[in-house]
């Protein structure tokens, strides 16, 4: 996640809705595609977020924004730039600061990270979901980015992510799929019931939340290496959202 004003303003469906430029009948026909979901206990979750990735909070930093660069291979020259200016805090004050999140600056011009890392492949995953946010934060110079598109780039850093974990270490694919699987009935599945839930009353308060099922839903519909005008448009924040929705709802 960012650090947004979103989560305190007072907005209501139909202004998430304009800001995007989709329709409650697009977001039905998004959330449609969501297949059914295993139930995840936290046990579950618990232990496959766990299993140890076998990387320091450095190089698992360095290990995110190398796949991103695999995955983006145009913005190869921004995302050495990330790596190395981006101030990341490995170990956060769990009571102060207790959900991951990605500032703009850091007071070098550069996004602030902070998100703990306790080595398992659960703060692998969490830290390229930031990356995500940092390379866009950096890509976007700092304008404001709808917030499904924040997190529709930070969903593709996740793939990115699992696809190099799956390329360069085998031996952890099973949990990252596991892993994969939980995070999939928190935003496939509590988060969708409390987005469907908005939209049959229309009457709901803004709720972040809101963004997560259709940002991973688009993600998904970005598979292989981007090019590089996708690539740039996307993080740059000039990607419609109404064009990637209209990719993913195609026949």
């Not at 102060?96 to 306790?118: E, I, K, M, Q, W």
């Not at 031996?171 to 999939?184: H, V």
Request: glycine share 8%; with cysteine.
């Amino acid at each position: 996640m960012t650090g947004t004003i979103e989560r305190s303003a007072r907005h209501m469906l139909d202004d998430w809705l304009t800001l995007h430029g989709i329709t409650a009948d697009d977001c039905e026909r998004l959330l449609s595609r969501i297949p059914g979901q295993p139930t995840i206990s936290t046990a579950d979750f618990a232990a496959s977020a766990q299993v140890p990735s076998g990387h320091s909070a450095e190089e698992a930093w360095t290990f995110v924004n190398h796949a991103m660069a695999r995955q983006c291979p145009s913005l190869s020259d921004v995302i050495k730039s990330v790596v190395v200016n981006t101030a990341v805090n490995p170990a956060p004050d769990r009571k102060r600061f207790p959900a991951p999140f990605t500032l703009h600056d850091g007071g070098n011009g550069y996004p602030y990270v902070s998100c703990h890392h306790d080595g398992g492949i659960g703060s692998l995953i969490c830290l390229a979901h930031e990356a995500g946010h940092a390379i866009q934060s950096v890509m976007s110079g700092g304008a404001f980015v709808p917030p499904i598109t924040r997190e529709v780039a930070a969903f593709v850093s996740e793939t990115a992510c699992e696809a190099l974990i799956d390329a360069e270490c085998s031996g952890l694919s099973p949990a990252i799929g596991e892993l994969r699987t939980a995070l999939d009935a928190r935003y496939l599945g509590r988060y969708a019931r409390r987005l469907r839930k908005a939209l049959s009353s229309a009457q709901e308060n803004y709720d972040y939340v809101w963004n997560y099922p259709l940002a991973r839903l688009l993600a998904r519909g970005l598979t292989g290496p981007l090019a590089c005008s996708e690539c740039t448009a996307l993080f740059s924040g000039r990607l419609p959202l109404r064009e990637l929705a209209d990719r993913v709802l195609r026949p």
